[in-house]
């Protein structure tokens, strides 16, 4: 069986009407029409099933039939924190750690950070990351925000494990081969961190980490330390 088209609407009832971006991607591109199946999904964690009643000018009506809980979210709190990077890279890097199961991710200026953050881009990082969602089968869409990288250090204090990756880091003060519970992780955009920022997330509760030997580009940093974690933490069981 194909598996059903997905669409994010803010509030689900018996009948929910899809409009906006997704009406238009079901219609003219999907080309779905009365009759068809679609799961809707809210942000809550569950799956709705539904079915196409009518198709407007400008909204679908659909009639909704039950619902389950998904059973695509991380079972652990991990959220990202990544310093603006040029280009479309925050992108990449939204995508990609969407993907992974994160549950939130801050995009953060920082002292060598050259890239810069607006409302409108924080709206396109806010859809790329929707659409990864509907393409990975998540039922949540990771929140993103943008911080000042102290705020944004500040924003993680109810985490369990704290990691900060430093370029300059001689070895590791945490385990990742022992993690368990909630997680916040740190990478820093293509310039990396001041020494003073460094020390400013070790007063704050963040253990410093390497990621080997090489210097690795900042987006590959963010993707990898998330794939590792996520791997440790047994997601890929």
């Known amino acids: 069986m194909a598996t059903l088209h997905r669409f ?8 929910t009407y899809l409009t906006g971006d997704e009406y238009s991607h079901a219609k003219n591109v999907l080309r779905l029409k009365e009759g068809d199946e679609v799961l809707l999904l809210d942000g809550s964690g569950r799956e709705y099933d539904a079915v196409i009643a009518q198709v407007g000018k400008r909204e679908m009506l659909l009639n909704v039939l039950g619902s389950n809980p998904s059973d695509k979210e991380c079972s652990e709190d991990v959220r990202l924190l990544i310093g603006a990077l040029k280009g479309d890279k925050t992108e990449l890097v939204v995508q990609k750690a969407t993907e992974l199961g994160v549950s939130g991710i801050c ?40 911080m000042e990288l102290p705020a944004a250090l500040d924003s993680c204090a109810g985490y369990k494990n ?14 990742l081969h022992k993690l368990s519970g909630s997680c916040a ?12 920022e460094a020390e400013t997330a070790k ?3 963040f253990a410093l980490i390497t990621l080997g030997r ?19 933490l047994g997601e890929w069981q």
């Open 8 to 15: 994010f609407v803010e509030k689900i009832g018996q009948e």
């Open 107 to 146: 995009v953060f200026h920082s002292r060598f950070c050259s890239a810069y953050m607006n409302e409108n881009k924080l709206q396109r990082l806010q859809k790329v990351a929707r659409e990864a969602a509907k393409q990975c089968l998540r039922a949540t869409v990771p929140e993103i925000k943008y």
């Open 162 to 175: 704290k990691l900060f990756a430093c370029e300059f880091a001689k070895s590791s003060d945490a385990d």
């Open 185 to 196: 992780l740190v990478v820093g955009s293509e310039g990396g961190f001041s020494s003073e």
């Open 203 to 205: 007063e704050k509760g």
């Open 214 to 232: 090489r210097i690795l580009r900042a987006e590959t940093a963010a993707i990898a330390l998330t794939s590792a974690v996520m791997f440790a």
